[in-house]
């Protein structure tokens, strides 16, 4: 059953990339693969680009803010491109206040990639791209 359950949610995974992920430029990381570990935790891929930082965000629910927002929390922040492709694993994070569980104590959880500039000029963020995982 439980590997019945962990196809299922890949194969929703990449149903939701092929037809629900948008892309807000055109050179935003794209998510490339996720995989769930045998602990439960989430491993992560994108298409990222040489000398690039990423800021990975996650959300509970979209659109769960009374004005229609995305509440998005930081979940690693200043994480370096691993060259072409750059992959993270989500055991959530302890250390924040509200802390951000372990995903496999969570129903849902929303990821937001956002690339924040190249090493060698930190800047605002530039573009960021968004996947969901249920």
Known sequence: MKTITRR???GA???FLAFAVHTVAQDAPQFSAIQITDEGAL??????TNHEVY???CADALNGNDDGSTAW???????????TNTFWLDTGNYNLAPQILHPKNMPMRF??????????NFGRAKRGHHVAVE
């Open 73 to 83: 929390q930081v979940l690693y922040d200043d994480y370096p491109s691993q060259g």
């Open 55 to 57: 800021q990975i965000q």
């Open 13 to 15: 995974f990449v149903f």
């Open 43 to 48: 491993h992560v891929a994108w298409t990222s």
């Open 111 to 120: 990821y937001r990639i956002v690339d924040l500039a190249s090493r060698h």
């Open 8 to 10: 299922l949610i890949i």
